[in-house]
C-alpha cells in the first residue's frame, strides 16, 4: 500500500462503537494497568478542580496529572467523532501535532474521550511575549499544518460534507443550537442549499405569501457548489493551539477538534 492510499480515509477504517479503549495506547504502557477513570471518577474529580458555582464545571475538560490524561466528558457537546477524529490523525497523520487518544466510553448519557495530557502554552497567551522571528517561525509551522491536514482525503466512491463518521455537521456558526443538527449532506451543492434555505426561513415577514424556498438568495450563486470537500479543523483559534513556551515556534499540540470534519476547502 503507498503512502498515499494510507491517507484515503473511509467509514470502515474508522473505530466505533459507544465505547472503545486502545489497550496499545502510551497510557497503559505508561501506568502499569491502570485502568481509564469511570463517569463517576471523573466527576468527582472536576467537583475537586471547579467550584460549584462554576458554570463551566460540566463542560470543562478534567485533568488527572499524574497519569498523563485529559478527560473530556459531557453529553451533547463532546461526541465521539472527536475521538475518531484524533485517531485518524495519530495513525494517519502524525505528521499534525495532536493529542494522543487513549479512548472513549458512553455512561448514563455522557460520552467521555480519554486523551493526552499535552504540556504546552497557548499562542493567545504566549502571542504578546513572542518576538517577530518566533512569529514568522509559528505561521510557517502552522502552515506546514494546514499543508498536512489536505493530504487526507475521502473515499471517492463516498464522499459527503459531515463529521469524520458520516455524522451531522457540528458548528455553533450554522447550528445554533438547531435539533436535529444539520446534515450530513451528499454534496457541496445540498450543504448550500441547506445554508441558503436556513437563511431565508424567518424571513417570510418581508416577503409576504412567499415561502422560504421563494424568498430571492442574491448571495447563493456567489458560494462554489464544485469546491472540493476536505479535512478542516473547524475552530483554529489561537486558544486551540499549543505550542512550546521556551521555543513558541513550535507547535505542540492542535487541540479541540469537535467541529472537525469534512468540509468545503474554503
Keep these: ?56 464545571k460540566d463542560n470543562s475538560p478534567v485533568i488527572f496529572e499524574s497519569l498523563g490524561l485529559l478527560v473530556k466528558y459531557g453529553k451533547e457537546r463532546v461526541q465521539v467523532a472527536e475521538g475518531q477524529c484524533l485517531w485518524v490523525l495519530n495513525h494517519f497523520l502524525p505528521e499534525v501535532p495532536a493529542p494522543e487518544i487513549y479512548g472513549w466510553a458512553a455512561e448514563d448519557g455522557y460520552v467521555l474521550l480519554y486523551m493526552e495530557l499535552v504540556n504546552g502554552v497557548t499562542v493567545e497567551k504566549r502571542w504578546p511575549s513572542m518576538t517577530d522571528d518566533e512569529k514568522a517561525g509559528f505561521w510557517k509551522a502552522l502552515r506546514a499544518v494546514f499543508d498536512n491536514l489536505r493530504k487526507l482525503s475521502q473515499d471517492p466512491n463516498d464522499a459527503f460534507v459531515g ?78 493551539i499549543l505550542i512550546d513556551p521556551e521555543n513558541p515556534s513550535t507547535i505542540v499540540a492542535i487541540v479541540n477538534w469537535h467541529y472537525s470534519g469534512w468540509w468545503p476547502d474554503y
Design 1 to 56: 500500500m503507498s503512502a498515499d492510499s494510507k491517507r484515503i480515509i473511509s467509514l470502515s477504517s474508522l473505530p466505533s462503537g459507544p465505547n472503545v479503549i486502545f489497550h496499545e495506547s502510551s497510557f497503559f504502557s505508561r501506568n502499569n494497568g491502570r485502568s481509564l477513570p469511570t463517569l463517576s471518577e471523573v466527576r468527582a474529580e472536576s467537583a475537586r478542580q471547579h467550584s460549584d458555582d462554576d458554570h463551566r
Design 163 to 240: 463529521q469524520i463518521n458520516r455524522g451531522p455537521l457540528y458548528d455553533e456558526a450554522i447550528d445554533n443550537s438547531k435539533d436535529p443538527r444539520p446534515g450530513p449532506f451528499a454534496s457541496v451543492k445540498d450543504f448550500h442549499d441547506w445554508c441558503s434555505i436556513t437563511i431565508r426561513t424567518g424571513c417570510e415577514i418581508h416577503w409576504p405569501g412567499m415561502k422560504p424556498e421563494e424568498i430571492p438568495d442574491p448571495h447563493r450563486v456567489m458560494v462554489p457548489n464544485d469546491a472540493p470537500i476536505v479535512f478542516t479543523h473547524a475552530e483554529l483559534h489561537c486558544s486551540n
